[in-house]
């Protein structure tokens, strides 16, 4: 029984509190229709430090013109016209309260001061929503803003909130809040201190332009906090450059690691390498399709599935080309180099009849989707780890195939010298056959990983063929380490000079500095040995 009293008078004491906090809004909301619009401000500043959620309607239908007080009674409410009759509503919470005739009732006015104000307040009002989401946008829109109106909203809402990642964007709000309110010099200095730790452009700007307003000492601690921002972004922005280079570095290493070994191998240049790449994309795309269709349940799986299919698929009609047209063709690379182009026309054009000229996206899986985000930034999406891995992967692979191999035996002698490979047994053109499919496989598997970053077209390969012989001539022809070392160094230069110079320029800036290495080093930078090849 005595159990039962307690929860009682703790119902009631919480009734009574609640109730006094909403009659304590309702005078507030009442307060909107008494003095100037100076006065109107200061109304507004008290009710967003109620921090109840129930004003943010009442602050909108002010912004919107809504809000109305009627004559008799000085009471607020809502209300919607219907002729020369309002229906009037509660304010805070939307209840019928009759109707006025349009005599008895007068429009509160706002002007573009106030309307910015309430648009700020009401940031600071949706601290207190149920949604994660919500909350976090309010908290950001006052880091933006930095009204100081919400600062009373914010230190209510912080102790509050349930989220560490959404309270830690409402104190570096606070902060920035804090700037521009009249709280003391320790307070700004301490909320200075707050935003010195962030790593992003717009606190950086925020702190420069605070303390173009203030004097010493805050000035000197809002500049070099600004200062020790701009160090910091600078170091994270190298970081990201370096794995935007990564990135572009694991695609090209998988364009160019099969041209290196067709290059390298039979000295042909194979203008319809980027073809084979196409092909590896398109397979991709039939293959979804495929499983889309008829094991909708394992869609999902399908880029698995792609892989072997990609290489089996780019690799015949690698050996097909070699067997039809380039071994015919043998020591005449101006003849071979024409024909090839004519076969990635004639590849690009096939494509362009069976599945249409426009693009094709393939579905990236729910496993290769999202990212890893940092607080600073910066971002590593998982579907580039994944190329970046699995261009590694392969590079591992064919390494392992050329060693451990008799295929990559008989490769090696072929590549170093092609007659005594010929004298000791070796059926140089059998060789020449897999070594080509061999590479054209290897570019289909480029499609697999590039139909995730890129739409399918019958041009994906062209955008890609160019980069592709730079990367194997300044690696070295033939040499997979090579292949890999020009990759990264291309890749990653690339990235550092495309936020100077643009990408057009970048890419032209790497065109000169490869020609002008290649006139000193003409082998790139690791040479094949042999006598076959220093021939």
């Known amino acids: 029984m005595g159990v039962f009293r307690y929860l009682l008078a703790v119902i009631c004491l919480w009734l009574s509190v609640s109730t006094s906090l909403a009659q304590d809004v309702s005078m507030l909301v009442d307060g909107l229709a008494i003095g100037s619009f100076k006065e109107r401000e200061a109304a507004i500043t008290a009710l967003v430090s109620s921090g109840s959620p129930a004003v943010v309607p009442v ?6 013109g ?11 409410f809502i209300a919607t016209a219907s002729g020369d009759i309002f229906k009037l509503a509660d304010p805070l919470n939307n209840v019928d309260a009759g109707q006025a005739a349009k005599a008895d009732v007068e429009k509160i006015k706002v002007n573009n001061s106030l309307r910015e104000m309430i648009s700020n307040a009401m940031s600071g009002l949706t601290l207190f929503s149920k949604d994660v989401k919500v909350r976090k946008d309010a908290a950001l829109a006052v880091l933006k803003s930095g009204d100081a109106s919400a600062l009373p909203a914010l230190e209510k809402a912080i102790p509050a909130e349930s989220d560490p990642a959404v309270a830690d964007i409402m104190r570096v709000a606070a902060a920035a809040a804090t700037l521009k309110s ?21 606190t ?5 332009s605070y303390a173009a307003g203030v004097s010493d000492p805050l000035k000197s601690e809002a500049l070099a906090a600004a200062q020790k921002i701009e160090t910091a972004l600078s170091t994270w922005t190298a970081v990201q450059n370096i794995w935007f280079g990564l990135s572009l ?8 690691i099969g041209l290196a070994i067709t290059f390298g191998v039979m ?19 039939v293959v979804e399709q495929l499983f889309q269709t008829y094991f909708p349940s394992a869609a999902n799986y399908a880029l698995v599935a792609s892989i072997p299919s990609a290489f089996i698929v780019s690799g015949l009609m690698g050996i097909a080309i070699e067997r039809s047209v380039i071994r015919f063709l043998y020591g005449r690379p101006l003849e071979t180099l024409l024909a090839t182009w004519g076969v990635s026309l004639i590849l690009q054009q096939a494509v362009r009849s069976i599945f249409g000229p426009t693009n094709k996206s393939v579905t990236t899986p729910s496993w290769m989707s999202g990212s890893i985000d940092f607080s600073n930034g910066l971002s590593f999406t998982l579907n580039r780890i994944a190329i970046l891995i699995f261009a590694l992967a392969i590079f591992a692979g064919l390494m392992l ?20 490979a010929n004298a000791m047994g070796i059926r140089s053109s059998r060789v020449d056959a897999l070594t080509f499919g061999l590479g054209s496989g290897v570019a289909g598997l480029a499609g697999v990983a590039l139909s995730q970053i890129d739409n399918v077209s019958p041009n994906l390969g062209q955008s890609y063929i160019i980069d592709s012989f730079l990367v194997v001539v300044f690696g070295g022809v033939g040499n997979l380490w090579g292949t890999l070392a020009g990759a990264l160094t291309l890749g990653i230069a690339n990235k550092f000079l495309e936020p100077f110079a643009g990408a057009v320029l970048a890419k032209i ?20 040995k042999g006598r076959w090849v220093d021939a």
């Open 204 to 208: 950086s700007s925020l702190l420069t």
């Open 267 to 285: 000295g042909v240049i194979n203008m319809a390498h980027g073809e084979m790449v196409m092909l590896g994309a398109y397979t991709t795309y």
């Open 249 to 256: 570095a694991s695609v090209l290493l998988l364009a160019a």
């Open 66 to 76: 809504a809000l109305f007080v009627r004559k008799s009674d000085h009471k607020v």
């Open 59 to 64: 602050l909108q239908a002010l912004s919107d």
């Open 182 to 202: 009249n709280r003391s010099d320790e307070a700004k200095k301490a909320a200075i201190d707050t935003l010195s730790k962030q790593t992003n452009r717009d």
């Open 401 to 420: 195939l050329i060693r451990r191999t008799s295929l990559g035996l008989q490769m090696r002698a072929v590549t170093q010298n092609r007659p005594m």
């Open 509 to 528: 800036f790497i065109l000169v500095a490869v020609i002008l290495f290649i006139q000193k080093k003409p082998r790139g930078l690791f040479a094949l």
